[in-house]
């Protein structure tokens, strides 16, 4: 007979609690991040190092289109590298202008400059207006208030939210912000200075506000009466997250201008590299009888890493996985269902929900104040914060968008029965919220 000898005791590491500390003693803090330590992903599956499973309904913030882990994201990756991974812009690369022939066949004659991010794509734009208004004396851009336009020093001046530029003055000046949506206040404010208007499609920070077909029609005459450029920044709604390829582009569908609307700049980031840090923005050839397309000219902007061959065969890459699989369409068909389910759940749960809103896989719903649902009253946290952390308990990323929305911005493959999976679980968070 075997001896019985007890086991070796079992060596639990918790390399959540090492990863934190690590954070703790050497990463600026600038972010309030959650209690979770990532893993590794697999389309819309992401573990934390515990080995938990989440559904991702967040891909990033609106970054991770293909989900993660994606075989032809790795492939583009992998063979590009081999290759070349890095030239300057000093020379010429076949990637940069073959990724640029793309943006530009989906938008309008124009031209694209490519950078690293989304604040950096709307500086380009910032330089651009400041330019072409710059021998008349016009500097000044229009934005949103609730907008958010990214963190460097113009991009806190662009954004319409205290909130990120507290404690950073003196503020880059030239920027101005109106109430979103609201025509007549663009109308108003518009002073000898002003150059530009910049505003998203779809409020992604200030809690997930489309612009209305009336609005962004309107700016559009109205920049061209007033010689101004119009400017969306479409760096989280962008990039097929509406069900097109932009949100203006969904947003006009059924009306008359929905051919003739053209902007005069777009800026984009997030979603265009599936997770590969890539921005651009695009501008039109000509607006109000200036050359646009050929205002920035030699040496008048750059970035070093801008439009790598690495970034740009990834980022064509993404585009072909999503024209090929027809994943427009799955946004559009997938993202009506998700609105129809999130209107629901406003209409049966009125008590919890204020209102649901947002286009294709760029969804949320706004919460009632946090006193008026029982199960978060008593926590001095954010509404949107608390069922986000719910929401993780039960096994679902989503991102707060502001104090009040949570917000959907899956991968455009994540399919219906996974989807359909979270949502119930979304559901299920929700009514519990009643106890
Ligand atoms: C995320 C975001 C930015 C900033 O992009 P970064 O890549 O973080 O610099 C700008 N505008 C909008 C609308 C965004 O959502």
Redesign the pocket.
């Known amino acids: 007979m075997k001896d019985i000898v007890p086991g070796a005791p079992a060596i639990v590491r918790n390399e959540h609690a090492e990863v934190k500390a690590l954070f703790h003693e050497h990463v600026v803090p600038s972010y309030g991040r959650f209690d979770i330590t990532a893993s590794h992903g697999v389309g819309s599956l992401v573990w934390d190092v515990s080995g938990r499973r989440y559904i991702d309904l967040g891909g990033g913030?609106?970054v991770c289109c293909l989900g993660h882990a994606h075989p032809e994201v790795t492939e583009a990756l992998a063979e590009q590298s081999r290759r070349l991974v890095h030239v300057s812009n000093l020379y010429f690369q076949s990637h940069q202008g073959q990724l640029a022939r793309t943006v530009t066949s989906h938008l309008a004659p124009g031209r694209v400059f490519f950078c690293?991010?989304?604040?950096?794509?709307?500086e380009g734009l910032y330089k651009l207006a400041r330019r072409f208004g710059h021998d008349e004396g016009r500097f000044e851009i229009l934005t949103a208030t609730h907008?958010?336009?990214?963190?460097?020093l113009a991009?806190i001046a662009a954004t319409g939210q205290d909130k990120v530029k507290q404690g950073f003055g003196p503020l880059t000046p030239g920027f101005r912000h109106v109430p979103f949506n609201d025509l007549l206040a663009v109308e108003d404010a518009i002073s000898p200075a002003t150059v530009a208007v910049l505003v998203?499609g779809i409020?992604?920070?200030g809690g997930i506000t489309p612009a209305t077909p009336e609005y962004l029609s309107g700016l559009r005459r109205l920049c061209d009466e007033r010689r101004i450029l119009l400017l969306i920044?479409?760096?989280?709604?962008g990039h097929f997250r509406s069900g097109r390829y932009q949100s203006f582009q969904r947003i006009l569908e059924g009306t008359s201008d929905k051919e003739s609307f053209v902007p005069d700049g777009v800026?984009m980031?997030?979603s265009m590299g599936g997770g590969f840090?890539i921005?651009a923005f695009w501008v039109r050839d000509k607006a109000h009888g200036v050359e646009l397309g050929t205002l920035l000219g030699p040496g008048s902007h750059g970035t070093t890493f801008g439009g790598t061959p690495l970034g740009c065969a990834v980022a064509s890459r993404i585009f072909h996985v999503i024209e090929r699989d027809g994943l427009e369409a799955r946004v559009r068909q997938d993202g009506d269902w998700m609105s129809e389910t999130l209107a629901r759940w406003a209409r049966e749960m009125p008590d919890i929900l204020r209102a649901a809103r947002g286009l294709g896989f760029m969804q949320g719903f706004e919460l009632r104040p946090r006193e008026e649902i029982p199960a978060l009253a008593s926590v001095d946290r954010p509404a949107s914060l608390q069922v986000v952390n719910r929401l993780h308990e039960a096994g679902i990323l989503t991102i707060p968008s502001g104090n009040h929305v949570v917000r959907f911005l899956p991968a455009y493959n994540i399919g219906r029965p996974l989807l359909g999976e979270a949502l119930s679980v979304v559901e299920h968070v929700l009514r519990s919220l009643r106890e």
Do not use: L, M
């Open positions: 913030i609106a690293n991010s989304g604040a950096e794509a709307n907008s958010f336009h990214g963190r460097t991009g998203e409020q992604g920070e920044d479409a760096v989280q709604c800026s980031a997030k840090p921005g």
